[in-house]
């Protein structure tokens, strides 16, 4: 089992800068990739960025250049700079890890919320 716990969400005006932090607890030795989703109001959780193991790390086109995610060891950051109405969201953690029998296993933090201003 794993635990994540989020926090750094909050209400912020356009332009502004949220830091979101994700510490992970449990069996954090068999986290392989982690990553930051999303989930608007009636809209599906997306996928905003996402860090491997090995180091790789992508964006959604829609945050590229604004946003920033890290990773120290199973400690996951997202540095969200330039906040605008449209990434107003709940924002959740993941983790992933790979079962004795090599299926996918995620797991999800409670979710921070995240809302900007006009």
């Known amino acids: 089992q794993v635990q994540l716990v989020e926090s750094g969400g909050g209400l912020v005006q356009v332009g502004g800068s949220l830091r979101l932090s994700c510490v992970a607890n449990?069996?954090?030795?068999?986290?392989?990739?982690m990553a930051w989703y999303r989930q608007a109001p009636g809209k599906q959780r997306e996928v905003v960025a996402t860090?491997?193991?090995?180091?790789m790390i992508n964006y959604a086109d829609t945050v590229k250049g604004r946003f920033t995610i890290s990773r120290d060891q199973t400690d996951l950051y997202l540095h969200m700079n330039s906040l605008k109405p449209e990434d107003t969201a709940v924002y959740y953690c993941?983790?992933?890890?790979?079962?004795?029998?090599?299926?996918?296993?995620?797991?999800w933090g409670q979710g921070t919320q995240v809302t900007v201003s006009s």
């Open positions: 449990g069996y954090i030795s068999r986290i392989n990739d």
């Open positions: 993941n983790a992933q890890l790979q079962s004795g029998s090599g299926q996918r296993i995620d797991y």
């Open positions: 860090a491997t193991r090995s180091g």
